[in-house]
């Protein structure tokens, strides 16, 4: 049985919000940070995927999805910056907590590349096997990183707006 630490790291982005950014910005191309039960992407890195484990290390491709472990956001956002910067048309997608007081969160607002996307409601994302949904205690935003323009809107109810 996995730690209480670790099961807290696997709970999934929910499929209607994976629908809600592609209505803007096209479909996802890899999931940088998933398992095979909740990869958004046809490519995807993780344990058990047939790409390999390591999406911190592995070639991104195209546009990227992250939803990386909390307690270790500092590597993937690292990871998106380089990808943004290695081929103009890439772009990087974190979904991630709003920490203002974070190294990585200061490094994204200082990032020309780096949009910051406001989301609502909250994101009530889907539990692991054997634990209980609920909505969590605090709020996510999406990093949009891309050299082109950004394509997802500043604040928007993720639920309700379509392109």
Not at 4 to 14: D, E, M, N, S
Not at 31 to 39: I, L, S, V
Not at 105 to 119: G, N, P, Y
Request: aromatic share 10%.
């Amino acid at each position: 049985m996995p730690s209480a630490g670790k099961v807290r790291q696997r709970w999934a982005t929910p499929r209607a919000l994976i629908q809600a950014v592609e209505s803007y910005v096209g479909p996802l191309d890899l999931d940088a940070c998933a398992e095979a039960h909740t990869a958004k992407a046809p490519r995807w890195y993780g344990p058990g995927s047939p790409l390999g484990e390591d999406g911190l290390t592995a070639p991104w491709v195209g546009t990227t999805w992250c939803n990386p472990p909390y307690d270790s956001i500092e590597p993937w956002v690292l990871r998106a910056q380089d990808h943004v910067r290695t081929l103009p048309t890439n772009r990087a997608l974190l979904l991630v907590p709003p920490r203002t007081e974070q190294r990585w969160w200061h490094r994204l607002t200082d990032d020309s590349c780096a949009k910051l996307r406001v989301l609502r409601p909250r994101v009530a994302f889907d539990a692991p096997e054997g634990i209980a949904a609920r909505v969590p205690s605090f709020p996510v935003v999406i990093w949009e990183l891309s050299a082109r323009l950004p394509r997802l809107p500043a604040a928007w109810d993720w639920r309700v707006s379509k392109r």
